[in-house]
């Protein structure tokens, strides 16, 4: 018996795999069968079977992520969030490393593609990657919003925080992005999901009105002077209101030294550290 053959035994008896929930399972059991194909072992039935199992599966996974996203379209965003909650552990929100929850995410938002015309970047502005899933789902169990509360997300991306945020929260999220193709993609999906809670906004940081926000934050979008000037400008609008600075990367450690804030001194660059105004 070959070792893919063995392997597809395995996951072919496992019922865990059929749990419509089981996205984790599915994603290692997939992992696998593409581990033991590079390998080149089994004949061509067993590759055949290996075949028809990961397209059973992936199926599995697009219902789900279909199912999620009819219930963010009627405004049950919060399934999502207790979903997530259920079977992705705070404890595993570290690191910087992408994982099966942000196949889902992805699944759920269909954000179209951006195209290739990227502009290049300015110096001191950072190269965009989106925040992975999990430190967003983890922001918001630590982080209560109300209808209150207005995030703002400086160098928000394709959008995926305040995305989240207005599917999840009662809160508005608005994303400040200087890639217009960026912006354009993330303003498709907010409308396609009917998220209106969540705008975007095509502009240099340093030139965004911030007098609304009560929550800032920064996935490292910049550094160096750029940085400086808008947690000058942050600092400013906290001489008239409680707001709250959440930040995740390099900047972490910039953030921290900010005499206006509060948060643990030596706070972890690989996750998500809130910060609040004194």
Do not use: N
Request: net charge negative.
């Amino acid at each position: 018996m070959t070792a893919l053959h063995a392997l597809l035994d395995t996951l072919e008896r496992d019922p865990t795999l059929l749990d419509p929930q089981a996205l984790r399972e599915r994603a290692q059991a997939l992992d696998r069968l593409e581990r033991a194909a590079d390998l080149g072992g089994g004949d061509e039935p067993e590759r055949a079977r290996a075949q028809a199992l990961r397209l059973r599966l992936e199926a599995l996974d697009r219902a789900l992520c279909e199912r999620l996203r009819e219930t963010l379209r009627d405004g049950g965003g919060a399934e999502l969030l207790d979903w997530a909650e259920r079977d992705f552990a705070t404890a595993t929100a570290s690191g910087e490393h992408y994982d099966p929850l942000d196949e889902l995410v992805s699944g759920v938002l269909r954000l179209p593609e951006p195209g290739d015309e990227i502009g290049a970047l300015a110096e001191e502005m950072v190269f965009y990657q989106p925040t992975p899933a999990r430190h967003v789902f983890d922001l918001l169990r630590r982080l209560p919003l109300s209808a209150d509360d207005v995030l703002i997300d400086l160098g928000a991306g394709l959008g995926h925080v305040p995305l989240l945020v207005a599917a999840c929260t009662e809160a508005r999220a608005h994303g400040v992005e200087i890639e217009p193709a960026y912006v354009a993609s993330a303003q498709a999906c907010a409308a396609e999901l009917g998220l209106t809670r969540a705008t975007f906004a095509c502009a240099d940081a340093r030139a965004v009105d911030l007098s609304h926000a009560t929550v800032f934050y920064l996935y490292t979008p910049f550094t160096g002077t750029i940085l400086r000037q808008m947690l000058d400008a942050i600092a400013r609008q906290a001489r008239s209101r409680a707001i709250r600075v959440c930040t995740l990367g390099p900047c972490t450690a910039v953030v921290a030294a900010e005499p206006w804030l509060a948060g643990d001194a030596r706070p972890p660059s690989d996750r998500i550290t809130v910060f609040r105004s004194r």
